[in-house]
């Protein structure tokens, strides 16, 4: 009682008083949805949507989502997904693509206070390459702070230019982010190769550089390319991180992993 009394004349004479607070943790899900087509072959959002609801993220980064493909039955995959999972959700078009639109999406628990999309460089007129993006999301959790969250899915070619030119770029859009920044997403690449030294010379990884788990393909995983990574360093700390084993919703096996702010 003496407490509540002594608060409440701080707060009647103008003086702040400030109560200690957890720091909050964000749950991220990178999943590489491969346009909605499950490992049988057939189209089954439900059970993308089970893997999702199951993990119970804060954030999905999303790579290979089709916006209204003939492939995809005339769907928007994210929106669909969205409703599913009852979170946000926002497409970014990297490219028109059979009928429709190709790209990068993102569900959030919590509404976007401004999104963008970030075109990455690419080779026009190289045999099977496509244009490739980076969708952002700046939000608010639920405890009040603020986040930016990115999801990109980077060129999947043998050769790495495009790739490493791809990182570099993203390095270069995001390195005066205003807010604690997350990156997730299918970077087609592994640990120790150019494409990933180039992001973690500025991006700090969650997977474990001694033992990295794999994530692809979603049968027998032979090696990592999906991610998590955070900026700066000071401001995360990661908790928990894992592969969901193969749910056959997708080639890829979806990466959790849960993040603390550091206030």
Same mark, same amino acid.
């Given at each position: 009682m003496?407490?509540?009394f002594y608060i409440l004349t701080l707060l009647a004479f103008g003086i702040s008083t400030t109560i200690a607070q957890e720091n909050p943790q964000v749950k991220i899900l990178s999943f590489n949805i491969l &346009?909605? +087509? *499950? @490992? +049988? #072959?057939?189209?089954?959002? $439900?059970?993308?949507? +089970?893997?999702?609801?199951?993990?119970?993220?804060?954030?999905? /980064?999303?790579?290979?989502?089709?916006? +209204? *493909?003939?492939?995809?039955?005339?769907y928007d995959l994210v929106t669909?997904? #969205?409703?599913? %999972?009852?979170? /946000?959700?926002l497409f970014a078009r990297a490219m028109p693509h059979d009928g429709g639109e190709y790209g990068e999406g993102i569900l959030s628990k919590w509404s976007f206070t401004s999104t963008r999309n970030v075109a990455l460089p690419y080779t026009p007129? *190289?045999? $099977?390459?496509?244009?490739? /993006? /980076?969708?952002?999301?700046?939000? !608010?959790?639920? !405890? #009040? $702070? %603020?986040?930016?969250?990115?999801?990109? &899915?980077?060129?999947?070619?043998k050769g790495d230019h495009d790739r490493v030119a791809q990182a570099q770029a993203i390095?270069?859009?995001?390195? $005066?982010?205003?807010?604690?920044? @997350?990156l997730a997403g299918d970077l087609n690449d592994v640990p120790g190769s150019e494409t990933i030294?180039?992001?973690?010379?500025?991006? %700090?990884?969650?997977y474990d550089k001694e033992n990295p788990a794999f994530t692809f393909p979603c049968d027998n995983p032979i090696k990592k390319i999906d991610y998590v990574m955070y900026y700066p360093a000071n401001k995360w700390r990661v908790i928990d991180k894992k592969?969901?084993?193969? *749910?056959?919703?997708?080639?890829?096996?979806?990466?959790?992993? %849960?993040?603390?702010?550091?206030?």
């Open positions: 003496k407490n509540i &346009h909605g +087509k *499950t @490992i +049988k #072959g057939n189209f089954d959002l $439900d059970l993308i949507a +089970k893997v999702i609801i199951d993990t119970d993220p804060d954030f999905v /980064a999303l790579q290979e989502v089709d916006y +209204k *493909t003939n492939r995809a039955r005339g669909e997904l #969205g409703q599913r %999972t009852k979170m /946000a959700p007129n *190289t045999p $099977d390459n496509e244009p490739r /993006a /980076a969708a952002e999301v700046v939000a !608010s959790i639920g !405890s #009040g $702070d %603020t986040i930016s969250f990115i999801g990109s &899915h980077l060129d999947h070619l390095n270069d859009a995001f390195k $005066d982010n205003k807010y604690p920044s @997350i030294n180039k992001l973690e010379e500025m991006w %700090t990884s969650s592969v969901i084993p193969d *749910t056959g919703a997708s080639d890829h096996c979806a990466y959790l992993v %849960t993040l603390e702010l550091l206030r």
